[in-house]
């Protein structure tokens, strides 16, 4: 949401793809990217509507997602989805930090849904962030690589006298299939412990659905269970097993995070806020962020503006 006026206005970004504009994937340069953005965008909090890995090759600095830094190296492999809020990777000295490598940027209904990627794809709790070590670095850096040759392919001269007129159909579904080995990869990659989206199945995923339609309607989890028609019992045993957290601790974590993107990227009133979350009182919202976060929503607001 852009706010004239607001220090940490956030740049809504939709997906578009100068090249080919009907296909649903885009692999470029970071540098590239850097070209493309207006400066503006560049120094601002952005929200992409689609997926966005960057593979990290040369140079460093650090960035935030969703209030969360991480150190930028390469190696380093970033993962933004849709809906969380960035800001582009700043150097030592506040600007955009001086830096190489691949960036993959897919809409969602580009990516292919084997049940084995959807944590990838879907967990609001998966990480944002890795610093990859051997084997896993040359793994990556190996599935990007097959996906920019490919890529490349269909964004090159056209041929005058194609010997396949399926030929750029059948590329981009090669181009899902390769999205595809490279999210299993992004699957295999270490979570902090006590973290296994897998483990929680059918339940836990249907669980995020859920939680994602509709965390400001409710923070009952015996409610999230009956909708789905399971037991309170089965469901928190499916949350433990995924995240460590049960359903409860899931769905506050999710209200905060949405309560701290409102506070620090919006004007919007304190009780607007509490409102559209779900919060009967201002008071009680007050409370409960209190509670969460450590500080009051408008200590938050006041720190977070000053930062941006």
Known sequence: ????????????????????????LEVLGYGELARRLRPRVLAAPSRPDFHQFFHVTRGRGTALIDFVRHPVAPGTLLHLRPGQVQRFPLGPDGRPADLDGTLLLFTPAFAPRPAAVR???????????????????????RAMAEIAAEYALLTGPADPEPRNPAEPALTVELLRQLLAALLLRV?????????DPAAGGDVFRSFQRELERDFAATRN??????????????????????????????????????????????????AVI?????????TNFGKFFTRRAGLTPGAFRERNAAAG
């Open 274 to 282: 509490a409102r559209g979350l779900g919060f009967s009182e201002p």
């Open 119 to 141: 944590v990838v794809l879907d967990d609001a709790f998966a990480p944002a962030a890795w610093s990859l070590e051997p084997p896993h670095r040359e793994g990556i850096a």
């Open 221 to 270: 989890a015996h409610e999230y269970a009956a909708r789905l028609g399971y037991s309170q019992k089965t469901l928190t045993r499916a949350c433990r097993a995924a995240t460590g957290r049960g359903p409860k601790e899931l769905i506050d974590a999710r209200v905060e995070l949405e309560a701290k993107r409102l506070l620090a990227h919006t004007e919007l009133p304190v």
């Open 1 to 24: 949401m852009v706010i004239p006026g607001h220090e940490a206005e956030v740049v809504e970004i939709p997906y578009r793809n100068p090249a080919r504009p009907g296909v649903g």
């Open 187 to 195: 699957a295999r990659l270490p979570r902090p412990p006590g973290s």
